[in-house]
DNA sequence: CAGTGGTCTAGACCACGTG
DNA sequence: ACGTGGTCTAGACCACTGA
């Protein structure tokens, strides 16, 4: 019944079986040459299945030995990364928002050099609080390009996720650039969280394009640090965490310098 | 002359190309077929060399439309990735370390589960300041399992990466999760990056594994938030980010929790 | 509708590990 | 020595994009 890539289905059954712990930790897989025979596959589409499950870290391979698994892998569904309401729902919590803004203005230098437009062309800019069971968590500030935050005038901003809406308009997100750090809530941020100041906030800024490489917003979420954490996997072979200087790209927080 | 893998070579062309800005965002690559002619490639070898790519988010792929630039890929290097001095030369800087204390001890319950030892086995817990140009900016306390902790005695700790004096050892770390979150400095952690206590810090909580999901070390490592960011590329194919509530695994440190 | 990427096959040779 | 994963080829069909 299901219209679905055979190799996909090789590594969703592979993966459900290291989630379900049939498959633990250490333990081998059988060659790819008994894998293709018991799913009636070529070799080669068993390999597509085993190198996805490698990019999530569930398994890894040594030439000469078999395939092992390291661990279960991550979620990985690229929604729950980009939208909070997706993510919330996936832990069991009830997501919230509160439209705090939302506005037209011109794109400062910094908004025109993230959006590769010019600056002074009209851009949307959204404050949202984030809340889970009613808890204030987060604060997004996020900045649209025109097109799209002309269609955010029309939707639901107070509890549905933004990004399955805009989805449905066929705009696609498929790529994001997050870079995190930690920062002291300011006094806006103290009081829309509902915090002392300076408590120490986990900052996540973020730049996503479509699949044509064309940018469509950037983002400045704030996370009370003791409620949220990012989650990493990385292996040998592929992943894509890097640790930064915090660069001079900030020069209006006065921030502290190296020598 | 050169001994390596055709689909690595044409994957290095092209990010290097990219890197260069010989190809810019938006700008769309010859076909695989075309590819593959100019390489003396097969297609097949192409697809994987584009597939690496992707997974590093730099191009991307729609049915019927050709490969399309999003933008210049991250370093990328796993070994930058577990050790401060290799990242630390790569960003231009000197690293530098303190070796403040090297112990042997018996494994508490968290380094038992972490590590997937018995609990009162011996294991090694290095404390260290790490240095960026004379200034303190990272303090790491890791812990290694016994049979690696014992070589750590010998080693260089207070400059050198002890990952690469491992990895002479025949020590290899193929797979690692972070768990990163913003925490306030405590009086030690004030004291040793010689900051105000409760400044924010970024903490980046390591398990690491050898290639056959051996747990080799566990690390709390805490950066100074307003040096240090970390910056991670994820597509909508490939990508391994994930937020998480901060779980009740810390019970040791009175953390507010969610209703 | 011509060209593109996505999927899949059947085979081949090699370098490496484990017994 | 044998089996394993890593690499590579040549060809096929399909779904989709874009002119």
Same mark, same amino acid.
């Given at each position: 019944?299901?219209?679905?890539?055979l190799?996909?289905?090789?590594?969703?059954?592979?993966?459900?079986?290291? &989630?379900?712990?049939?498959?633990?930790?250490?333990?081998? +897989? /059988?060659?790819?040459?008994?894998?293709?025979?018991?799913?009636?596959?070529?070799?080669?589409? *068993?390999?597509?299945?085993?190198?996805?499950?490698?990019g999530?870290?569930?398994?890894?391979?040594?030439?000469?030995?078999?395939w092992?698994?390291?661990?279960?892998? &991550? *979620?990985?569904?690229?929604?729950?990364? +980009?939208?909070?309401?997706?993510?919330?729902r996936a832990?069991?919590?009830? /997501?919230?928002?509160?439209? *705090?803004?939302?506005s037209?203005?011109?794109?400062?230098?910094?908004?025109?050099?993230?959006?590769? !437009?010019?600056?002074g062309?009209?851009i949307?800019? &959204?404050?949202? *609080?984030?809340?889970? #069971?009613?808890? /204030?968590?987060?604060?997004?500030?996020?900045?649209?390009?025109?097109p799209?935050?002309? +269609?955010?005038?029309? &939707?639901?901003?107070?509890?549905?996720?933004?990004?399955?809406?805009?989805?449905?308009?066929?705009?696609?997100?498929?790529?994001?650039?997050?870079? !995190?750090?930690? !920062?002291?809530?300011? %006094?806006?941020?103290?009081?829309?969280?509902?915090?002392?100041?300076?408590?120490?906030?986990?900052?996540?800024?973020?730049?996503?394009?479509?699949?044509?490489?064309?940018?469509?917003?950037?983002s400045?979420?704030?996370?009370?640090?003791?409620?949220?954490?990012?989650? !990493?996997?990385?292996? %040998?072979?592929?992943?894509?965490?890097?640790?930064?200087? %915090?660069?001079?790209?900030?020069?209006?927080?006065?921030? #502290?310098?190296?020598?």
């Open positions: 019944m299901r219209e679905e890539p190799h996909r289905y090789i590594a969703d059954e592979l993966r459900r079986q290291i &989630l379900d712990e049939h498959l633990v930790p250490g333990y081998q +897989l /059988p060659s790819e040459h008994e894998l293709a025979q018991a799913f009636g596959a070529s070799r080669g589409t *068993v390999r597509q299945a085993l190198n996805q499950l490698r999530e870290g569930a398994i890894a391979a040594r030439r000469g030995a078999r092992v698994v390291l661990a279960a892998p &991550l *979620v990985q569904s690229f929604s729950e990364l +980009l939208s909070f309401s997706a993510w919330a832990e069991g919590h009830e /997501p919230g928002g509160t439209e *705090v803004e939302l037209r203005r011109r794109a400062t230098q910094h908004d025109a050099e993230t959006l590769n !437009i010019a600056a062309e009209s949307y800019r &959204l404050l949202r *609080v984030r809340t889970l #069971s009613e808890t /204030p968590v987060m604060i997004e500030r996020t900045t649209f390009i025109e799209i935050g002309r +269609l955010l005038v029309d &939707l639901d901003l107070d509890s549905e996720s933004i990004y399955e809406q805009l989805g449905d308009h066929g705009i696609v997100f498929a790529r994001a650039r997050h870079t !995190i750090d930690a !920062i002291p809530a300011t %006094a806006e941020d103290a009081r829309l969280l509902d915090i002392p100041r300076r408590t120490p906030l986990l900052r996540q800024r973020r730049a996503s394009t479509s699949q044509t490489g064309q940018p469509l917003e950037w400045d979420d704030r996370y009370r640090g003791d409620v949220v954490a990012f989650v !990493i996997d990385n292996t %040998a072979m592929s992943g894509n965490l890097e640790r930064l200087l %915090a660069a001079e790209e900030d020069a209006e927080s006065g921030e #502290s310098k190296l020598s």
